[in-house]
């Protein structure tokens, strides 16, 4: 079983629609989990962190559910920007290594 | 300020050939990482620096691989000799002490052996 498990999707939904990705990890005892997002051939890029749980930042949600193992992002108010893949990643070695999913894609249209 | 440099963008070279990447943290970051993305694969972690000392290389794949950080600023890692196996994007990143999660990744050399 890998580390961290995401749906890879896409997700095809309409502008202004919300969605929401959830990420399943194996190790109980992970503390840090946090989202990145990646454009087409482009870095990944720090989206949110979560801990503990979870956070909010304007229309981003992520949330964290130590007892079912998942952490989830929720979009509200989708925009055509907002078209990427979603990295779920979580922090090991000590906090010194990441370990990302595979990404989920999501397509916002108009 | 400047973000995570990487060069080059690209690289073309012949199975057996050496390649070296080369990349620039951002200025003041002691954490230096570099990954890896084999298409249709997850990014995968590498190597990690603190400064010019190797902290963790748990994820170089064989001793083809070598990773340097002269003086604590600058990376390169040096394929040699290159595998088919080895094609991907190789990502540099950096962060603060104590901020291993908030990582800031340049824009990647992608890799081709042919």
Same mark, same amino acid.
């Given at each position: 079983? !890998?580390?961290?498990?995401?749906?890879? %999707?896409?997700?095809? #939904?309409?502008?202004? +629609?919300?969605?929401?990705?959830?990420?399943?990890?194996?190790?109980? +005892?992970?503390?840090?989990?946090?989202?990145?997002?990646?454009?087409?051939? =482009?870095?990944? !890029?720090?989206?949110?962190? #979560?801990?503990?749980?979870?956070?909010?930042?304007?229309?981003?949600? +992520?949330?964290?559910?130590?007892?079912?193992?998942?952490?989830?992002?929720?979009?509200?108010?989708? =925009?055509?920007?907002?078209? +990427?893949?979603?990295?779920? #990643?979580?922090?090991?070695? %000590? %906090?010194? =290594?990441?370990?990302?999913?595979? %990404?989920?894609?999501? !397509? #916002?249209?108009? | 300020?400047?973000?995570?440099?990487?060069?080059?963008?690209?690289?073309? /070279?012949?199975?057996?050939?050496?390649?070296?990447?080369?990349?620039?943290?951002? &200025?003041?970051?002691?954490?230096?990482?570099?990954?890896?993305?084999?298409?249709?694969?997850? /990014?995968?972690?590498?190597?990690?620096?603190?400064?010019?000392?190797?902290?963790?290389? &748990?994820?170089?794949?064989?001793?083809?691989?070598?990773?340097?950080?002269?003086?604590?600023?600058?990376?390169?890692?040096?394929?040699?000799?290159?595998?088919?196996?080895?094609?991907?994007?190789?990502?540099?990143?950096?962060?603060?002490?104590?901020?291993?999660?908030?990582?800031?990744?340049?824009?990647?050399?992608?890799?081709?052996?042919?």
């Amino acid at each position: 079983r !890998k580390e961290v498990e995401q749906d890879p %999707g896409p997700f095809n #939904v309409p502008e202004g +629609a919300t969605v929401a990705f959830n990420c399943t990890y194996s190790n109980s +005892a992970s503390q840090s989990f946090f989202w990145y997002r990646q454009d087409c051939r =482009k870095e990944p !890029k720090l989206l949110m962190s #979560v801990y503990s749980s979870g956070n909010e930042d304007g229309r981003f949600t +992520a949330q964290l559910n130590r007892a079912s193992q998942y952490i989830s992002l929720l979009i509200r108010d989708s =925009k055509l920007s907002d078209s +990427a893949t979603y990295l779920c #990643v979580r922090l090991t070695g %000590g %906090g010194n =290594k990441l370990t990302f999913g595979t %990404g989920t894609q999501l !397509k #916002v249209e108009l | 300020e400047a973000g995570v440099t990487q060069f080059p963008s690209h690289s073309v /070279i012949e199975k057996g050939q050496t390649v070296t990447l080369r990349c620039d943290p951002i &200025s003041g970051h002691d954490n230096l990482y570099w990954y890896r993305r084999v298409m249709g694969k997850e /990014i995968k972690f590498l190597l990690h620096f603190v400064k010019e000392s190797k902290q963790d290389e &748990s994820g170089m794949p064989n001793n083809r691989f070598l990773a340097e950080r002269t003086g604590g600023t600058y990376s390169t890692l040096k394929v040699q000799p290159a595998e088919l196996e080895d094609s991907g994007v190789y990502f540099c990143a950096s962060s603060q002490t104590g901020t291993g999660g908030e990582a800031f990744f340049g824009q990647g050399t992608r890799l081709t052996v042919v």
